[in-house]
Nanobody, 119 residues
Framework: QVQVVESGGGSVQGGGSLRLSCTASGDIFNINVMEWYYQEPGKLRDLVATIDSSGRTVYRDSVKGRFTISRDNAKKTVYLQMNNLKPEDTAVYYC?????????????WGQGTKVTVSS
């Protein structure tokens, strides 16, 4: 059984910073892709950033230059450093892990962590 737990959300004023963390635990052979998504009320969940097992990263345009995704494979953890936060970044942020167990990929999601940015 694999569990994925996020932390680090909170409330901050515009221009401030937050660092989200997401850690996987359980029976894990390898984590291929680690991603962060965000979801605003009444909207679909959208990809914020992704990092693969080689460390290659992709960001949505609205966060480029402000957010940085990174991973610590030994700790099975992915981070999202969010700088120069804007009110439009307000959302619930979810972590997704694509776990390789025996050559089969499985998707695991965290429970979400809320980020609120005030103007």
């Amino acid at each position: 059984q694999v569990q994925v737990v996020e932390s680090g959300g909170g409330s901050v004023q515009g221009g401030g910073s937050l660092r989200l963390s997401c850690t996987a635990s359980g029976d894990i052979f390898n984590i291929n892709v680690m991603e962060w998504y965000y979801q605003e009320p009444g909207k679909l969940r959208d990809l914020v950033a992704t990092i693969d097992s080689s460390g290659r990263t992709v960001y949505r345009d609205s966060v480029k230059g402000r957010f940085t995704i990174s991973r610590d494979n030994a700790k099975k953890t992915v981070y999202l450093q969010m700088n120069n936060l804007k009110p439009e970044d307000t959302a619930v942020y979810y972590c997704r892990m694509v776990v390789d167990n025996g050559g089969v990929d499985y998707d695991y999601w965290g429970q979400g962590t809320k980020v609120t940015v005030s103007s």
